[in-house]
């Protein structure tokens, strides 16, 4: 599996309000919080001018009132020098992520986490209480719903109440992993484990063949629980934004 299959895999599964390719690069555009959903993937080059296709990303993304953003992952950039071109635009290097993957394979599924195609209740709100603001709620709450079938929700609890959450969608022979949240109180007990076997073992039974999932490079705590639940880093990637 590679870095460029994983970007592919990326796209399809927590897909962006809108999404364009153009000469092989892929324009996303949401509600303008987080950086995935609103970035180009730059993942093929079939331009003539590189300085031209540049232009015609700020355009698009000022026409859709967001500032241009370009997601480069290692292993999945074309041209080769479109990073020193956008440094030589003014380009600014922010938010180094870790892609980190592993072979599905059957886990432990506890009694006491609850899966569901469907988003639960009890999920949108444990979203919600864990979001840092209402955009930010908002953005990740509507691409979650939006996401393909397969996939499945999973709620760990804690004494009858939300503890942990987690989600997976499947495209293919790959499943994502997103919006891993633990409930302050209930964090280093291990139930963010169950929620990551419990994905696991359902994107296994859905057909996928490697889980991949994306983690801040400075998220020390969420970077070992994933490491102990045997995933390793394939890539990793930032983004490269429009100076102010």
């Known amino acids: 599996m590679t870095p460029l299959d994983i970007e592919h895999a990326t796209i399809r599964t927590w897909p962006a309000r809108v999404t364009e390719e153009r000469d092989g690069w892929f324009y996303l555009a949401d509600g303008g919080v987080t950086g995935r959903v609103n970035a ?29 953003r370009f997601k480069m992952t290692d292993g999945a950039i074309a041209p080769d020098n479109l990073r020193e071109a956008l440094l030589e635009r003014g380009y600014t290097e922010a938010y180094p992520t870790l ?37 930010e709620y908002d953005e990740r709450v509507i691409i979650a719903r939006r996401a ?18 987690g989600m997976t969608v499947v495209s293919e022979a790959l499943a994502g992993i997103f919006l891993m949240r633990t409930m302050p109180h209930a964090r280093r007990q291990g139930l963010a484990r169950l929620v990551l076997d419990a994905l696991a073992n359902r994107a296994k039974a859905l057909g996928a063949r490697t889980l991949f999932l ?10 070992a629980l994933y490491e102990s639940a045997g995933f390793a880093t394939l890539t990793r990637y930032y983004f490269l934004k429009k100076a102010a």
């Open 148 to 165: 393909p079938q397969p996939r499945c929700f999973a709620i760990a609890r804690r004494d009858n109440e939300v503890a942990s959450i």
């Open 214 to 223: 994306q983690v801040d490079a400075d998220n020390a705590p969420a970077i």
């Open 99 to 135: 892609v980190m993957t592993m072979p599905a394979c059957a886990a432990e599924t506890r009694a006491d986490v609850d899966l569901s195609d469907a988003m639960p209740p009890a999920f949108d709100a444990a979203l919600q209480a864990m979001s840092r603001d209402a955009a």
């Open 40 to 68: 180009v993937f730059p993942l093929d080059w079939r331009g003539a001018s590189l300085h031209a296709a540049i232009d015609d990303v700020e355009a698009w993304y000022a026409a859709h009132h967001l500032p241009p």
